[in-house]
Nanobody, 120 residues
Framework: QVDLVESGGGLVQAGGSLRLSCAASGRFFSIKRMGWYRQAPGKQRDLVAAITTGGSTNYADSVKGRFTISRDNAKNTGYLQMNSLKPEDTADYYC??????????????WGQGTQVTVSS
């Protein structure tokens, strides 16, 4: 079993910054791909950014150049640095990860979400 817990969300003025964290805990062997998704009211949940174990990254076009995803494998923690925030970034942000358990079986896990609100 693995738990993913997000933190760092909140209310910020347009142009400001936030740093989200995703901490994994429980029984598992390793985390492979890790990503951040967001869902605004009335919208689908969309990929924001993802990162592999080796550090390769990809971003949604809407956040490229403003957001940076990173990870600390030793701490089993992922991060999303969000700069130059815009009101359209307002959403619930969710951590997602492919987790390898001690039997080397991969399962997908979601965090509970953290709210980000950007005021104009």
């Amino acid at each position: 079993q693995v738990d993913l817990v997000e933190s760092g969300g909140g209310l910020v003025q347009a142009g400001g910054s936030l740093r989200l964290s995703c901490a994994a805990s429980g029984r598992f062997f390793s985390i492979k791909r890790m990503g951040w998704y967001r869902q605004a009211p009335g919208k689908q949940r969309d990929l924001v950014a993802a990162i592999t174990t080796g550090g390769s990254t990809n971003y949604a076009d809407s956040v490229k150049g403003r957001f940076t995803i990173s990870r600390d494998n030793a701490k089993n923690t992922g991060y999303l640095q969000m700069n130059s925030l815009k009101p359209e970034d307002t959403a619930d942000y969710y951590c997602n990860a492919d987790v390898v358990d001690n039997g080397y079986t991969t399962r997908n896990a979601w965090g509970q979400g953290t709210q980000v609100t950007v005021s104009s």
